[in-house]
Structures are given as C-alpha cells and as structure tokens.
C-alpha cells in the first residue's frame, strides 16, 4: 500500500478566498462590459479584464501558497498583485455605479485579510526566489 500525499487543508477562510476570486472576476467582467456605452469595446473589455486578472493572480506566486508557482515571486509582491486585484474589482465596480456590491466585495476582502493574518505576515517574510539567486552557489567544484 503507497502512501498518500497528505491533503491541503481547506477551511473556511480558504473557501472564502475562492468564492471572492470568483466574484473579483465576475466584477471584472461586469465592469468591462459597462464601462463605455460602445458595444464591441464593452464586449473587449468584459472578456480581457477578468482573462488579464486570473491569468496575473495564477501565474506569479509564491512557492509553497500552496503549491509550486509558475512564475515565483517574493510574498511582498504577491500581497500587492492581490491588493490592485481586489481593488480594481472594487473599483470598477463602484465607477459602472454597483456601489452596494463594491462595498460588500470590499467589506468581505478585508474579512478575509483580517481572517488571513497568518498567512500575510507569512508572504511579508517570504522572500521567493529572488533570494536564492543573490546567495552566492557553494556547488561545483572545490578547489585545494
């Protein structure tokens, strides 16, 4: 019998990090689509601001959150793309004038933060990769 990977822990907070992703995108969307009175730019924008927002919030991470990253960044990094990620959902949301579901997306995203703190000064004391790369390499070959 081969043992198992243990599982991700999923609690509460992690379901509502997933459910306000999904909302940030939607408002994304939305926001493009009514945002100019054109059809066909409303339609580009409907489309490419939520593809630009989950293709940036899935691609640069921070390894180990909770899996390898495509494109590792260090956790101050990743604490700002979420910050201009939630906050432009907000935003924009509350520029195509859906002020009650601005601020409830904003109210919730401050809930999970406040929730979250671990794992914030957890990403604040993340260095990613860029660390590695300055640390001078002690493979290779000695010499005498």
Known sequence: MSASP????????????????????????????????????????????????AVLWGVFRVDGDPKVAPVPVPGVVRLCLEFDFFAAAVLLLGAVGALVPAAVLGGLVVLHYAWGWRRIVWLRHHPGRLASMREPSTGGTSEG
């Open 6 to 53: 243990s599982p991700v822990h999923v609690g509460p907070n992690e379901v509502l990090r997933f459910a306000l992703e999904i909302a940030a995108l939607v408002a994304l969307g939305y926001a493009g689509l009514n945002l100019v009175d054109d059809a066909l730019v409303g339609a580009v924008l409907g489309v490419a601001l939520p593809l630009t927002g």
